[in-house]
């Protein structure tokens, strides 16, 4: 059964930096690469960044890059989303799947919420 858990998500000021973290099980997680999602109130989910099953190369949607860096421990079967210079766009539910921009799998987790706000 796959399943993903996602935490470290809080209440920070804009400019304020976060780290999410993201455990997945269920299928083989070092041979998947594996997105961050967002969806804010009201709007659809969006893709926000994703890595290879290696974790040598990276992407990241414009509203995110250079501000956003995602990481991940195949030995932990755990990704990381490393947030800074937060803004208020970027309050949301974060969830994390496998794939590259669309979701592999139809199961999400419960996502962990971001409020960016003075």
């Known amino acids: 059964q796959v399943q993903f858990v996602e935490s470290g998500g809080g209440l920070v000021q804009p400019g304020g930096s976060l780290r999410l973290s993201c455990v997945a099980s269920?299928?083989?997680?070092?041979?998947?690469?594996m997105t961050w999602y967002r969806q804010a109130p009201g709007n659809q989910r969006e893709w926000v960044a994703a890595?290879?099953?290696?974790?040598?190369?990276?992407k990241y949607a414009d509203s995110v890059k250079d501000r956003f860096t995602i990481s991940r421990d195949n030995a932990t079967n755990t990704i990381y989303l490393q947030m800074t210079s937060l803004k208020p766009e970027d309050a949301a539910v974060y969830y994390c799947?496998?794939?590259?921009?669309?979701?592999?799998?139809?199961?999400w987790g419960r996502g962990t919420q971001v409020t960016v706000s003075s």
């Open positions: 890595i290879t099953a290696g974790g040598r190369s990276t």
């Open positions: 799947n496998s794939g590259w921009v669309n979701a592999n799998f139809a199961s």
């Open positions: 269920g299928f083989t997680f070092r041979a998947h690469a």
